[in-house]
Structure formats: structure tokens, C-alpha cells
């Protein structure tokens, strides 16, 4: 379910709330005190839709909470009820703030679950599971598929002489440079330490090899000053419906240290 839809979804499903507790108030007697229960749809709001709708729908209650306590209760002034309306929203807002924070720290605890704090790219987990997810997708509907697996040369190097500070400003600069070189469909992760993965849907093998070549040339625009940082880049082009997360992990992996080995800096693909 997307943004929108949990959005909209809020406001529809608070406007039904407000309207059928507001006829349910209207119809019981005076006795039977339900004008606490709009609290409900005012943080149904606020949880889905932000604190705009939610004092939105807070204005809307107090209104007809006053219509009904004007018509039922003898002796009630607007006056008074008005009194007691202000009684609500004091009580709604107060609500309604702690609500916001709540979501908030959800967001935040889900954010830390999936993404890597450094570089805000995709965390290890998050990324084999996406890749989990786009290869049983590929047995359904067999298409071309692309991993790229990138480790920076000499890491250790740049930290040592440069400092870790350094060092987490690179694989942040490294982690820009990667977002801007490939498409929005594509998913970027970092691995752990200075290795990140580039997971590419419907790409044959011509297109993944451009891309990985476009990626190491970037680096290279990135870093000419010091410290100088290259990387070399493991292409694996997947085409079979039967492949699995840790075989294509582990396949980008060798072809990663097959261009260590070749002299660094350079890119090596292979195809299953």
C-alpha cells in the first residue's frame, strides 16, 4: 500500500467515523456519553494523514459536539458547551502530539531496519531480500537480470592514512555517486565496510556491463583529488529461472576479486 493510498485511506475512514459517531450521539440519550469517541477518527488522522487533518477533524467535532450537547442537555449554553469543547481539543491535542512523535519513532525504527546509517543506501538485509523478491518474480516471468557487486581498492589505505572520518565521508560520496549513475528501478545497498551492490531488473548483460564501466568512470570523476579512490566491479548477468540469492551473491563476489586481480579499478562480468 503506498503513501497515498494509507493517506487517503485515513481521511475516508475518519470522516466515517466522525459522521457515524456523530449520529449515534445524536439518537441515544443524554445520559449516555459518547463524545469521547471522536478522540478516535481526530487520531486516525493524525496517525495517517499528519497533525493538519487531525486538528482538521478536531474543529469538525468540537462543532457537532456542541450542536448535540446544545439540543440535549437542559440549561446548556453555547456558553458552556463551548467551555467543554475547549476541554476536548486541550485533550485531543495532547493526544494528537504524542501520536506524531509515536509515528515518528516508527518511521525512524523502520528506516534503521532496511537502510544503512552511514550512507542511507539499502543495508545488507534489505538488499538480499529484494533480490530474493525480484528472482522469484523472475520465475514467473523470466526476464533479464543484473548484479553488480563493487568493492572500493585500498580501502584500508585511505582510513589508515586519512582517518576513519575521512574514510565515512568517502563511502558517503561513493554511495551519491552510485544513486546518480543508475536508474531510479535499480536498488543500491552497501554490504558492510567499503563493498555495495548494484541490483538491476530487466538488464541484459550489454546494458549491466555499460552500467558497471559508467559507475567505475564516475568514481574516478568523483575522486581526483586526494584521497584517489577506484573500485573494482563484479558483474554478474542473470538469465536462468532457477538462480538463487547466495549463488548470484557469491558469483558477483568472485568476479569482484577476479578484477582485484587483474590489476584493480576495472570491471569483470560474468553470465549464468
Not at 501520536?99 to 538480499?128: G, I, K, W
Amino acid at each position: 500500500m503506498t503513501r497515498t493510498t494509507r493517506h487517503l485511506l485515513g481521511i475516508g475512514g475518519s470522516a466515517v467515523l466522525t459522521l457515524l459517531i456523530y449520529v449515534v450521539n445524536d439518537i441515544t440519550p443524554p445520559q449516555i456519553r459518547l463524545a469521547l469517541l471522536y478522540l478516535v477518527p481526530v487520531l486516525v488522522a493524525t496517525w495517517y494523514a499528519g497533525m493538519l487533518w487531525g486538528i482538521a477533524f478536531t474543529l469538525v467535532a468540537m462543532a457537532l459536539r456542541l450542536a448535540v450537547e446544545v439540543e440535549q442537555q437542559a440549561g446548556m449554553t453555547v456558553a458552556l458547551s463551548l467551555v467543554n469543547q475547549l476541554s476536548f481539543a486541550a485533550v485531543a491535542g495532547i493526544a494528537m502530539v504524542t501520536f506524531r512523535h509515536l509515528r515518528r519513532t516508527q518511521e525512524q525504527l523502520s528506516l534503521l531496519a532496511t537502510n544503512d546509517p552511514l550512507t542511507n543506501l539499502v543495508n545488507a538485509r534489505a538488499f538480499a531480500a529484494r533480490l530474493t523478491q525480484e528472482l522469484e518474480r523472475n520465475r514467473r516471468y523470466p526476464r533479464p537480470l543484473a548484479l553488480l557487486y563493487l568493492d572500493l581498492d585500498d580501502f584500508k589505505v585511505i582510513n589508515d592514512s586519512h582517518g576513519h572520518q575521512t574514510g565515512d565521508a568517502v563511502l558517503r560520496l561513493v554511495a551519491e555517486a552510485m544513486r546518480s549513475s543508475v536508474r531510479l528501478a535499480d536498488i543500491v545497498g552497501r554490504l558492510g565496510g567499503d563493498e555495495f551492490a548494484v541490483l538491476m531488473p530487466e538488464t541484459d548483460a550489454a546494458l549491466a556491463d555499460a552500467a558497471a564501466k559508467r559507475l567505475a568512470a564516475s568514481l574516478r570523476s568523483v575522486f581526483k583529488g586526494t584521497p584517489t579512490v577506484t573500485a573494482s566491479i563484479g558483474v554478474v548477468s542473470c538469465s536462468v529461472a532457477d538462480a538463487n540469492t547466495d549463488e548470484l551473491l557469491r558469483r558477483a563476489d568472485q568476479a569482484m576479486y577476479e578484477a582485484k586481480r587483474a590489476g584493480k579499478d576495472r570491471v569483470v562480468q560474468v553470465t549464468i
